[in-house]
């Protein structure tokens, strides 16, 4: 019999799925302090928490039987995760179980500012009946622009389109085809869509990326009246640049469930109050996943991950990677870790969203593809989506983010006794990144695109094209000089003497915006992208 301990309180869906399984035999205790799980847990082979109960090293240094956690909920923050893959013991959670709860809180936002309806309802209750004062716009025949065509951002275009609206998406990581399903059309650049829509809402996760994503820039193309949403994530609109622009009459409507800092501070509260009179706001403590639904979607899942684990099955939303066999993560850590860089250097190097991912894992440590592998996707997705993704799930999201992934094993390897090479595939274009470890610790960059060069694979990278000719690093070390921005390291690689050639600069910190162009209005320099690895 398997032993699961539930320590905070979850559906009741989710408590009888365990407990008509035969093998289970479940103790609920979503009260439990945590000294007394401390005492308690040795006897457990599962425990399944929300946020209030911690799963801290102490916790999993006594659980002698564990072999689970299951998270009820997308964030892991109150989980020791690098102690558990250290003693196997596997964390799952549940993303995408509030998909229609999320979805739904947009569109009653959506309606909210644009009909009035929270304005209207506290004028009734002080006995107006002002029906002239509030008189709203439809949402039949405008334009919405969705910034992220994921399981949300999809279920909000299918809603708004029997609302009679147009849609509009960008999202770099999502086939047209789904686009073309949904009856959405799909845009390359989004500045485009922004020029376009009357409403604007975001389903993406908070990434290097996606991080200020709607600036001042943004505002300044959209149309004046436009109506914002955001039940996504904090920080991917730039709230400074939202006050303004609603000061400026720009934005005629906002609807908020998240914020940069949660809970909001009480300044930017107040000068949203401030602003009540002029523009349509309507706010709520994000609570895109608070509906019995939801909380039942997620207690179902968290069973049935943790059921899956206990058994050996395998299991769709692990949040580590689970190394029962410690010798074999200390052998292959290394590759890891440079298949993981491998994967964030080339998802910062291509411009357009990667639909194709070809890998190649050659040499003795080709008998570990399958984790190396994964760890090369790992790298691609969690610069993208906004929730754990490792060597366990990498191969399931790649798969749902309609990616492409091509796999070849060898023994033979061509300059060096390990090699791994990753070519990825962007709208037609291709990008290619390979590297080995050298002396079985110091992993190395050997190769991108068509040079052959030798990085060191940490830190803030200036990677740049430039004409082969003298005096382009002098102009570059100039800006940068003059910028008090350290250079830590220089590598240099070309195919022939005065032809293209690609310079790697390790800088100490990164370079802003105003040096970036400074160094790319240098006439040799063809192309400069910020990597951070």
Same mark, same amino acid.
């Given at each position: 019999m398997y032993k699961v301990l539930i320590t905070d309180p979850i559906a009741p869906e989710g408590i009888e799925l365990l407990q008509k399984d035969p093998e289970v035999e479940v103790y609920n205790e979503p009260d439990i302090s945590y000294e007394e799980l401390l005492e308690i847990i040795k006897d457990f082979d599962a425990i399944i928490t929300r946020s209030r109960t911690p799963v801290t090293k102490e916790l999993l240094e006594r659980a002698e039987k564990l072999k689970v956690v299951g998270r009820a909920g997308v964030g892991v923050d109150n989980v020791d995760i690098e102690e558990a893959t250290k003693r196997g013991i596997l964390v799952v959670n549940t993303p995408g179980a509030n998909t229609i709860g999320a979805t739904e809180l947009t569109m009653m936002h959506m309606l909210t500012i644009m009909r009035n309806?929270?304005?209207?309802?506290?004028?009734?209750?002080?006995?107006?009946?002002?029906?002239?004062?509030?008189?709203?716009?439809?949402? $039949?025949?405008?334009?919405?622009? *969705?910034?992220? @065509?994921?399981?949300?951002?999809?279920?909000?275009?299918?809603? !708004?389109?029997?609302?009679?609206?147009?849609?509009?998406?960008y999202d770099p990581y999502i086939p047209r085809e789904?686009?073309?399903? @949904?009856?959405?059309?799909?845009?390359?650049?989004?500045?485009?869509?922004?020029?376009? *829509?009357?409403? @604007?809402? *975001?389903?993406?996760?908070?990434?290097?990326?996606?991080?200020?994503?709607?600036?001042?820039?943004?505002?300044?193309?959209?149309?004046?009246?436009?109506?914002?949403?955001?039940? !996504?994530?904090?920080?991917?609109?730039?709230?400074?640049?939202?006050?303004? $622009?609603?000061?400026?009459?720009? *934005?005629?409507?906002?609807?908020?469930?998240?914020?940069?800092?949660?809970?909001?501070?009480?300044?930017?509260?107040?000068?949203?109050?401030?602003?009540?009179?002029?523009?349509?706001i309507s706010l709520s403590p994000h609570i895109g996943a608070n509906t019995y639904e939801s909380q039942r979607n997620v !207690?179902?899942?968290v069973a049935q991950q943790v059921l899956k684990a206990l058994k050996g099955q395998t299991v769709e939303y692990a949040v580590n990677a689970p190394f029962p066999d410690l010798s074999v993560l200390t052998l292959i850590k290394p590759y890891l870790d440079l298949a993981e860089k491998l994967g964030k250097? @080339?998802?910062?190097?291509?411009?357009?969203?990667?639909?194709?991912?070809?890998?190649?894992?050659?040499?003795?440590?080709?008998?570990?593809?399958?984790?190396?592998s994964s760890a090369v996707l790992k790298g691609i997705l969690e610069e993208v989506v906004d929730f754990p993704v490792n060597i366990i799930n990498a191969f399931y999201v790649a798969k749902d983010r309609g990616i492409k992934v091509e796999e070849l094993s060898s023994e033979e390897t061509p300059d060096f006794k390990h090699y791994i090479k990753v070519v990825v595939k962007a709208d037609g274009k291709e990008k290619v990144v390979a590297g080995t470890v050298l002396e079985g610790q110091i992993p190395r960059i050997t190769e991108i695109d068509r040079y052959k060069v030798d990085i060191e694979p940490e830190g803030i990278l200036l990677v740049f094209e430039n004409k082969d000719v003298p005096g382009v690093i002098g102009k570059i070390g100039s800006i940068l000089g003059e910028a008090n921005i350290n250079i830590a390291g220089f590598r240099l690689g070309r195919e022939k003497k005065g032809g293209i050639a690609i310079g790697i600069l390790n800088l100490d910190e990164p370079a802003s915006e105003e040096v970036l162009s400074r160094i790319k209005e240098i006439p040799e320099i063809l192309f400069v992208k910020h990597i951070v690895l």
């Open positions: 309806g929270h304005k209207a309802h506290e004028s009734m209750l002080n006995y107006k009946w002002d029906r002239k004062k509030f008189m709203g716009e439809e949402l $039949y025949g405008r334009i919405l622009g *969705i910034i992220g @065509l994921g399981n949300i951002g999809s279920q909000v275009a299918i809603r !708004a389109k029997a609302f009679g609206m147009k849609v509009m998406a789904k686009a073309e399903k @949904l009856g959405v059309k799909l845009v390359d650049n989004l500045h485009d869509m922004l020029r376009e *829509i009357d409403v @604007l809402t *975001i389903h993406a996760p908070l990434t290097h990326e996606t991080k200020n994503m709607i600036d001042e820039k943004e505002f300044e193309i959209m149309k004046d009246g436009v109506y914002i949403v955001n039940c !996504a994530r904090g920080g991917i609109i730039n709230e400074k640049a939202l006050i303004k $622009y609603m000061e400026s009459g720009k *934005i005629k409507g906002v609807a908020l469930d998240v914020y940069s800092k949660e809970p909001p501070p009480p300044e930017f509260i107040d000068e949203l109050k401030r602003l009540a009179d002029k523009v349509n !207690a179902v899942i250097f @080339l998802v910062q190097w291509t411009e357009e969203g990667i639909r194709e991912v070809h890998i190649e894992v050659r040499g003795d440590i080709a008998e570990y593809f399958q984790p190396i």
